[in-house]
């Protein structure tokens, strides 16, 4: 059972920044691929960011590309989602999730290649 706790929610102005995290409890978190996700009111949860197991392999959503950057820190268990120059319309609740199977690069932004998420945390950028 893999064990996901994000942190870092809030309330921010627009153009402003945040940084959240998401810290797993097992030894073997560095073998997952770990993903956000984000979800907002009336709107199905949609892909973020991903990063795999070899730092340098990370993967962008076009809405965010250019202002958001993911990192990890395999000692301390941890994934960061660095968000910057934040929007109204990146209002929503952000879950981390682990993908602890094989994923080919295609279903890396699919919710469905993840088998293990967070409880989420919100974050609301005022205009």
């Known amino acids: 059972q893999v064990q996901l706790v994000e942190s870092g929610g809030g309330l921010v102005q627009a153009g402003g920044s945040l940084r959240l995290s998401c810290a797993g409890a097992?030894?073997?978190?560095?073998?997952?691929?770990m993903g956000w996700f984000r979800q907002a009111p009336g709107k199905e949860r949609e892909f973020v960011t991903a990063?795999?197991?070899?730092?340098?392999?990370?993967y962008y959503a076009e809405s965010v590309k250019g202002r958001f950057t993911i990192s990890r820190d395999n000692a301390k268990n941890t994934v960061y989602l660095q968000m910057s120059s934040l929007r109204p319309e990146d209002t929503a609740v952000y879950y981390c999730?682990?993908?602890?199977?094989?994923?080919?690069?295609?279903?890396?932004?699919?919710?469905?290649?993840?088998?293990?998420w967070g409880q989420g945390t919100q974050v609301t950028v005022s205009s």
């Open positions: 999730a682990a993908a602890t199977r094989p994923t080919v690069r295609a279903a890396v932004p699919t919710s469905n290649s993840y088998n293990y």
């Open positions: 097992e030894r073997t978190f560095s073998w997952y691929l």
């Open positions: 990063i795999s197991r070899t730092v340098g392999n990370t």
